[in-house]
């Protein structure tokens, strides 16, 4: 497994190939723990190289959560791409509440990365669900740790607004004013506007 993972972020196009093949291969889609190590092993490299797209196309609901996790910590730009793709197009099988959960664990790490946030955006835009629509909101602008996470010892941590890029900052207070009109509780929109408050002041703070 750990060749796999090797193989993975080799960015020698023979490695995509390999992974490609092996993606066909009934043996290994029949076991679960080799997928999951295959799917590991195609979001390895950074920036995620268009060639493996397919790789994450080519299984379905079972490792959908899965996927998501790995491309968001991918993080590069067709990462992202594909993540926006992948939730538009959620099989019914995979509920609502299982992605919100996912947003919560690893979105929240990563909410001022620039192209998340983004995505986050054009999702917003999109025909989603009250639930996603709801989960997207919290996962950048509220944190619950215990009731999110409940007693784990290492719970994810929320990024820092401090620690992010002012460009970042900006499309957050984007993202925070879309909450204005949308149909989420009024609790929600009251955590979004204290973050949004946090976040113009740390812009403030940077001009003076």
């Known amino acids: 497994m ?11 196009p023979y490695s995509t190939k390999v992974l490609l093949a092996m993606s066909e291969d009934d043996q290994i ?27 994450f196309r080519a299984f379905g609901e079972d490792y959908f959560l899965l ?25 019914s099988e995979v509920e609502d509440e299982s992605v919100v959960s996912l947003m919560h664990r690893s979105f929240v790490p990563h909410r001022t990365d ?5 995505m986050a955006e054009d999702l917003l835009q999109e025909s989603i669900s009250s639930e996603l629509r709801t989960g997207l909101f919290e996962s950048f602008f509220d944190f619950q740790s215990r009731h999110w996470y409940g007693p784990v010892r290492v719970p994810p941590e929320p990024a820092d607004f401090n620690a992010a890029s002012t460009t ?17 509780s009024a609790d929600l929109k009251h955590k979004v506007l204290g973050s949004q408050t946090t976040i113009k002041r740390v812009l403030e703070q940077r001009h003076t």
């Open 2 to 12: 750990k060749v796999l993972l090797v193989l993975g972020r080799n960015p020698n």
């Open 67 to 91: 996927k998501l996790k790995l491309l968001v910590d991918n993080g590069s730009p067709l990462a992202i791409g594909e993540l926006e793709q992948e939730i538009l197009t959620k099989p």
């Open 29 to 55: 889609r029949k076991e679960v723990d080799r997928v999951d190590v295959l799917l590991e092993a195609a979001a390895a490299l950074k920036p995620l190289p268009a060639e493996r797209i397919p790789l």
């Open 168 to 184: 970042a900052l900006r499309e957050l207070l984007k993202l925070a004013d879309m909450a204005k009109n949308a149909p989420i």
């Open 114 to 118: 620039e192209s998340l946030i983004r």
